[in-house]
């Protein structure tokens, strides 16, 4: 079983919706990240809190909005999405390290369908 | 060029044969890297990761790393069909803190009985 639980599993939105994506972990990791899948493609990332503060945004569209209200919790705020942006968005955790180390553990993913 | 490339595949192997992936990444400066399996429609599950020069042996799976050259691979020893899945090759340089972790393409790997 995954310690990184993503709800929900399952999104369909239409393009004026607004939605959130939730992610929690208990391993006490202090590194929460947003990747986003499209079919047989790999992760692509798109943010990575560190400490609760936002350390990498990856030219992300403002139409996505991540939140770390504590080191338990990430959000991903969803407004005003494109078709375009159907995909599996994928929640992971890792230890906060420089060097090496700090293997990612991701979640099961939630599946977003915007008509 | 690419951050971290591999070769899609498919990468065929018989059942009970070594499977061998490979991986090149472009930052010398590269801390970590990791392995990871994704079944279809699944999240990528981590397998091995692997941080000094050499191997490193885990059950059936061995990574090897050569800093030198900028290459990482991965074999599965007695490749089963429940192998069948997608590889990932994962590169975790300095950027960002040192949190951002950069995928390949992945290589698709199926075993034939």
């Known amino acids: 079983d995954t310690e990184v639980t993503q709800t929900p599993k399952h999104l369909v939105m239409g393009m004026t919706n607004k939605k959130s994506l939730k992610c929690e972990q208990h391993?006490?990791?202090?590194?929460m990240y947003w990747y986003k899948q499209k079919a047989k493609k790999p992760p692509e990332l798109m943010f990575v809190y560190s400490y609760e503060k936002l350390s990498i945004n990856e030219s992300v569209p403002s139409r996505f909005s991540p939140e770390c209200p504590n080191s338990s919790l990430l959000n991903l705020h969803l407004h005003a999405l494109q078709p375009e942006d159907s995909a599996l968005y994928l929640c992971?955790?890792?230890?906060?390290?420089?060097?090496?180390?700090?293997?990612?553990?991701f979640g099961e993913g939630s599946r977003l369908t915007v008509l | 060029q690419k951050e971290v490339e591999q070769n899609s595949g498919p990468l065929s192997v018989p059942e009970g044969a070594i499977a061998s992936l490979n991986c090149t990444y472009s930052d010398r400066g590269s801390q970590s890297f990791f392995w990871y399996r994704q079944y279809s429609g699944k999240s990528p599950e981590l397998i091995m990761f692997?941080?000094?020069?050499g191997d490193k042996e885990d059950g059936r799976f061995t990574a090897q790393l050569n800093k030198a050259s900028q290459y990482v691979s991965l074999l599965i020893r007695d490749s089963q069909p429940s192998d069948s899945a997608t590889y990932l090759c994962?590169?975790?340089?300095?950027?960002?803190?040192?949190?951002?972790?950069?995928f390949g393409t992945g290589t698709q790997l199926k075993v034939e009985l």
């Open positions: 692997i941080y000094s020069n």
């Open positions: 391993m006490g990791h202090r590194a």
């Open positions: 992971a955790s890792s230890q906060a390290l420089r060097g090496a180390g700090g293997e990612l553990f």
């Open positions: 994962a590169v975790k340089g300095l950027t960002g803190g040192g949190n951002k972790l950069t």
